[in-house]
């Protein structure tokens, strides 16, 4: 699932870096739905941070690509920048020449490598797991079939093995209020995720 970044530029006033995180999978050609973040140029640990993460330890290869602003199920826009407003973000994104590239495999098998590994953020159920409860409750609107879809088996083969998923995924992260998104209009999340959903910037 890859990450997103604006590029820099020196000529941006308020001098901030848009992060996204991409919830589905990528198409030039179509519309990926994410989370973004902002984060101020001032810190100078998390762009490296994820240069290391993402394209030295990942093999991620990046591209720029639009983000456009999602209204909110208030019906406005559910960041400080107006709906048809777009900015330019920097995508991380594996490819097939990745090292990493398990290469192409019915579902079951990809659920079943799913559930059995783990890496040094956590076990990559957890990751599923929690993007599918994302996509639910927070972009119930877009579909996604392959996502569902590998979530119903990893749950069904967890069970089959007896693997115990609360324990595999550890507690709950605290939930953002819904009145928080509508009265605080901003890409500031920084400050109002919990710190387990920060994991991938170290903040």
């Not at 330890?57 to 559910?78: A, D, K, Q, W």
């Not at 783990?118 to 409860?133: F, K, T, V």
């Amino acid at each position: 699932m890859p990450n997103v970044i604006p590029p820099a530029t020196k000529k941006l006033k308020r001098n901030i870096k848009l992060i996204l995180t991409l919830c589905t999978s990528l198409s030039f050609q179509g519309i990926t739905w994410g989370k973004a973040f902002l984060i101020s140029a001032d810190d100078n640990a998390a762009l490296p941070y994820l240069s290391t993460r993402e394209c030295k330890l990942g093999g991620y290869r990046t591209h720029t690509v639009n983000f456009h602003p999602r209204p909110n199920l208030f019906g406005s826009s559910s960041s400080s920048l107006s709906i048809t407003e777009k900015k330019n973000a920097l995508l991380y994104i594996a490819v097939p020449e990745n090292k990493h590239w398990l290469g192409a495999a019915p579902l079951p098998d990809i659920a079943k490598q799913i559930l059995e590994c783990h890496g040094q953020s956590g076990p990559n159920a957890e990751y599923l797991l929690r993007l599918a409860d994302f996509m639910r409750e927070e972009i119930p609107e877009a579909l996604d079939e392959h996502l569902f879809s590998l979530e119903r088996l990893v749950r069904k083969f967890a069970s089959d093995m007896k693997i115990c998923l609360r324990t595999l995924m550890g507690e709950e992260p605290q939930e953002e209020k819904q009145e928080v998104k509508a009265v605080v209009p901003s890409y500031q999340f920084a400050s109002r995720i919990p710190e387990k959903k920060l994991r991938c910037v170290n903040m």
